[in-house]
């Protein structure tokens, strides 16, 4: 099937926790979501302090090149779910998996938050009533309503409204539908400026509807500048952006000062949410759609992990991987503030990216998908009337 003169390859399963498949998949979108992922822990790595405008240049713009693209990352991830999603019917075993996914993770952490405890305070009663209460406040919320995980959170809520988006989708029409997208226009601006998990929630559906207004009806703007060169432009004028920010402090000129406030809502902006990296992605998405459709067994099957290197190296409970890993390599002098930072910094990433990649595809082998199997065998009916209730008429 052609759609605005992309190639569109149909999935037989897209869940953000499906089990690997090697059938019906387009490689390049699946080794962009390894990418996004990539993105995602290089910025979580900027907790190094490297985004600082008072370290040193090399250190600054190290973190800025690389460290960037983290909401890029999301947005991808975004972009991807949501174009296949508005194609297919609500699945409960989908959300099942997800919350199962997410609990093992949790599960674990809070076993290590337990024996953590028990080494400082050498206290059994003590250590159970620490963990009671990390269950009690924060635990009984996971993966919902909760900041450990906001985007599983967000994306939680948002496949439980995807029935209700689609049937948007496919009543309004087209004119009624681009009306409602340029009204709501201001959620994805309000967004940048606002981190809670309701306006997280309502981003996610703008950008369905988004999404699915695009592969409905097509967008022949975006396909015209859907293209590496404008990708890479488009990065180009963010890094130069954060580069201007660096100055503050040490050029402070009038005319400096006023781009450099402009800059840091427009262009330098890559917190939470951000219109100028939702365009960026959107152009990036579309423009590996237009590429020759690929096939990889190996990619594929690692992009399924994809979501599980997310949760091994991201959590609010401990142990952070990240961070941890972070901590103990300043302790033992390997990051440095001279030339070969840059390289230091790829190494860190790549490091947590495969030691994660590795982890989930244990964890998927071993504990996911027998369970899953054994859930879906025995619960069949219940979960098949959940599916048939959730096809709103």
């Known amino acids: 099937m052609k759609f605005c003169g992309f190639k569109v390859v149909n999935r037989m399963d897209d869940s953000l926790s499906s089990a690997p498949s090697a059938n019906g998949r387009n490689s390049n979108i699946e080794l962009l979501r390894l990418i996004s992922m990539f993105f995602i822990i290089a910025f979580h790595a900027t907790r190094m302090g490297c985004t600082n405008i008072n370290e040193p240049l090399v250190v600054y713009a190290s973190g800025i090149t690389l460290g960037s693209w983290g909401i890029l990352g999301v ?3 975004l972009i991807i779910s949501a174009w296949f999603l508005v194609d297919q019917k609500f699945k409960t075993k989908k959300i099942i998996g997800l919350l199962f996914q997410v609990f093992t993770y949790i599960v674990v952490f809070y076993i290590y938050s ?3 405890t028990f080494n400082i305070t050498h206290s059994v009663a003590g ?3 620490n963990l009671l209460k990390d269950i009690v406040s924060d ?5 919902l309503w909760s900041s450990c995980y906001w985007f599983v959170t967000a994306y939680f809520f948002l496949y439980i409204m ?3 988006l689609n049937k948007i989708l496919g009543a309004v029409g ?3 539908l681009a009306k409602i997208l340029v009204l709501l226009i201001f959620v994805p601006v309000y967004a940048q400026f606002n981190t809670s998990i309701v306006c997280d929630v309502f981003y996610f559906a703008y950008v369905y509807l988004l999404v699915g207004y695009i592969k409905k009806y097509g967008l022949r703007q975006l396909e015209k500048f859907a293209s590496i060169k404008n990708v890479i432009l488009v990065s180009i004028s963010i890094l130069l952006a954060n580069l201007i920010l660096y100055t503050n402090g040490k050029i402070e000129a009038m005319p400096l000062r006023v781009v450099r406030f402009i800059l840091s809502f427009t262009l330098a902006s890559t917190g939470r949410h951000s219109m100028i990296l939702l365009i960026d992605a959107l152009l990036v998405f579309f423009s590996v759609l237009k590429l020759p459709v690929r096939y990889n067994k190996t990619i594929n099957k690692m992009a399924a992990c994809s979501l599980g290197i997310y949760l091994f190296q991201e959590n609010s409970i401990g142990p952070n991987i990240l961070n941890t ?6 302790s033992t002098g390997f990051i440095t503030a001279n030339a070969i930072f840059p390289l230091e910094y790829i190494a860190i990433v790549i490091v947590v990216f495969v030691a994660g990649l590795l982890v989930e595809s244990v964890r998927s082998i071993l504990i996911q998908e027998p369970t899953m199997r054994w859930l879906e065998k025995k619960y069949a009916k219940g979960m098949n009337r959940i599916d048939l209730w959730m096809e709103l008429p």
């Open 75 to 77: 947005d991808l991830f």
């Open 325 to 330: 890993f972070i901590s103990f390599l300043k």
């Open 174 to 176: 087209k004119d009624n």
């Open 114 to 116: 337990f024996f953590n």
């Open 162 to 164: 995807s029935p209700l």
């Open 139 to 143: 635990g009984f919320l996971q993966p």
């Open 127 to 129: 250590s159970f009533a």
